[in-house]
């Protein structure tokens, strides 16, 4: 079966300069946006971060990368935006979601020095379209050797709740996963229902796996089911130590949408993808009642 026009995978790389300095907060609000985005549209790549400029690389459908790029030209950030490259692909080069900044640490240095022979300053505008996926693909590589050190990983678990958890104890346990969890480099998203915990933990693989350890022995969980575990090159829910969500601010169509047959909605009976896209249907549609 031929792949349709708009189903045909495409690369995009385009370059621009930013009419302001972004600050750390606002590339972390680029970043969050953009992998919540890009996960749910089958877009994936990477983004550079310069000291003036965006070099960006996306990889996806065609319709979605067409759209996604028509909304960049317009967004006041960016200006002198310069395609580098647009190609029909086959494979992916970049299978993930990668974010990074450049700075003047050895690494980085060591790059751009690689991407810029002569000791001239490094400028993307001059780079063809080999020359600019070469630069990324060895960005990426160094930023991977610059990430932490454990592997990261993404566990999601549901579980009924016993009754010896009400409010109080709810908050209680807020409290010390939040303090803990900022240690231990622990991020995720907590949905809570009088029936059920739905919880999401990205973080190194040993703080994660010994927490997870900790909550399996904790008698106010009980049938505690493991939906998704898997390694990460980055994550979904950086942005919070802990958020929480309770279930009476949720949307009905969002509980719809993940229960079209049964009308009730049941965590237990999701898979990794379905539950991903669960809790970042929560953080898009009803960021405001998100409690950080």
């Not at 385009?14 to 009419?19: A, E, K, L, N």
């Not at 299978?95 to 020095?113: F, H, P, Q, T, V």
Request: aromatic residues 10%; negative net charge.
């Amino acid at each position: 079966m031929e792949t349709k026009d708009h189903d045909k995978l495409v690369r995009l790389i385009y370059v621009s300069v930013m009419t302001k300095e972004c600050d750390a907060k606002e590339l972390e609000d680029i970043e969050t946006a953009s992998r919540i985005k890009n996960e749910k549209q089958g877009i994936t790549g990477a983004l550079c971060h310069g000291p003036s400029f965006f070099l960006q690389c996306l990889e996806g459908p065609r319709d979605t990368i067409n759209t996604l790029y028509t909304y960049i030209s317009g967004d006041q950030r960016h200006q002198y935006l310069t395609i580098l490259e647009y190609v029909d692909i086959e494979n992916r080069l970049f299978a993930d979601w990668i974010m990074g900044s450049l700075s003047n640490n050895k690494l980085d240095r060591k790059l751009l020095e690689k991407h810029t022979p002569g000791g001239v300053k490094f400028d993307p505008y001059l780079l063809d379209g080999r020359q600019v996926r070469n630069f990324l693909l060895d960005f990426v590589k160094v930023k991977g050797e610059s990430k932490e050190k454990s592997q990261l990983v993404r566990l999601i678990y549901v579980s009924a709740m016993t009754e010896e958890c009400d409010i109080e104890s709810l908050e209680k346990i807020l409290t010390i996963s939040r303090a803990r969890n900022t240690k231990q480099g622990i991020t995720g998203i907590l949905c809570y229902d009088p029936s059920f915990f739905l919880q999401c933990l990205e973080g190194p693989r040993d703080a994660v796996n010994t927490l997870y350890s900790h909550i399996s022995r904790d008698s106010r969980h009980q049938y505690l089911t493991l939906l998704e575990y898997t390694e990460i090159e980055s994550r979904l829910f950086g942005d919070w130590t802990m958020g929480f969500m309770s279930r009476n601010v949720l949307d009905k169509k969002i509980l719809d949408k993940y229960a079209p047959t049964s009308g009730k909605f049941d965590p237990f009976i999701l898979n990794g993808k379905q539950v991903r896209e669960f809790l970042l249907d929560i953080i898009e549609l009803k960021h405001e009642h998100l409690i950080d």
